[in-house]
């Protein structure tokens, strides 16, 4: 299950949180290498933000390599 989260840090960008929290979803081992990452309005409603924020902060960690996108369907993805 995914977690929700009301921890905010203070003078923290809503993307800088969303990208935050989503790597930690894969550092607890609750995203794992492979699995399809919830649809986008389920992450934007646990992580309390913007459903836009939460296109860009996947963005972002496509573009390291974190997250690959698979024809829309993103999936979590880690390097060895």
């Known amino acids: 299950m995914i977690p929700s989260t009301a921890q905010r ?3 923290e960008s809503p993307r800088s949180r969303a ?7 894969v550092d607890d081992g609750v995203l794992r ?3 399809m990452l919830p649809p986008e309005r389920e ?3 646990k992580l ?7 296109q860009r902060a ?11 996108n698979h024809g829309g369907r993103t999936r979590t993805h880690r390097h060895p």
């Open 48 to 54: 309390e933000v913007g459903l836009g924020t939460v």
């Open 58 to 68: 996947i963005k972002v960690m496509e573009q390291e390599g974190l997250f690959i």
């Open 43 to 45: 992450i934007s409603a």
């Open 9 to 11: 840090f203070t003078n």
């Open 19 to 25: 990208i935050r929290l989503l790597r930690q979803w």
């Open 33 to 35: 290498p492979g699995d």
